[in-house]
């Protein structure tokens, strides 16, 4: 199993970038995958969450409304459109991979402690 971040980068403020996960080694249709971020002396935080099974989303109240995570299972990639981009946002990025339960969706989905294999995290610079 592997999961390989890239896109990251230097952008300025309300600028956006695309992230792409690629996924090997298990079908992205048996499991969700999870966005997280970790800025430089803070906790790794979760960002968004998507079902393998039917693309079901879930999005924590910072960026809701500027981020969007997609899923093209055939070319085994998992997208994270970040728009709105603020320094706030300056951090790794990361994704990570869990069990897909059929749950209704909410914050419990990005415990980190269920999620079994993580990428080695992309950079991301929003520049003011």
């Known amino acids: 199993v592997q999961l390989v971040e890239s896109g990251g980068g230097l952008v300025q403020t309300g600028g956006s970038l695309r992230l792409s996960c690629a996924a090997s080694?298990?079908?992205?249709?048996?499991?969700?995958v999870g966005w997280f971020r970790q800025a430089p002396g803070k906790e790794r935080e979760g960002l968004s969450y998507?079902?393998?099974?039917?693309?079901?989303?879930y999005y924590v109240d910072s960026v809701k409304g500027r981020f969007t995570m997609t899923s093209d299972n055939a070319k085994k990639t998992v997208y994270l459109q970040m728009n709105s981009l603020k320094p706030e946002d300056t951090a790794v990025y990361y994704c990570?991979?869990?069990?897909?339960?059929?749950?209704?969706?909410?914050?419990?989905?990005?415990?980190?402690?269920?999620?079994?294999?993580w990428g080695q995290g992309t950079q991301v610079t929003v520049s003011s």
């Open positions: 080694g298990f079908t992205l249709d048996d499991y969700a």
């Open positions: 998507i079902s393998g099974s039917d693309g079901a989303t």
């Open positions: 990570a991979r869990r069990d897909d339960e059929n749950v209704v969706l909410g914050p419990w989905v990005l415990r980190r402690d269920e999620y079994d294999y």
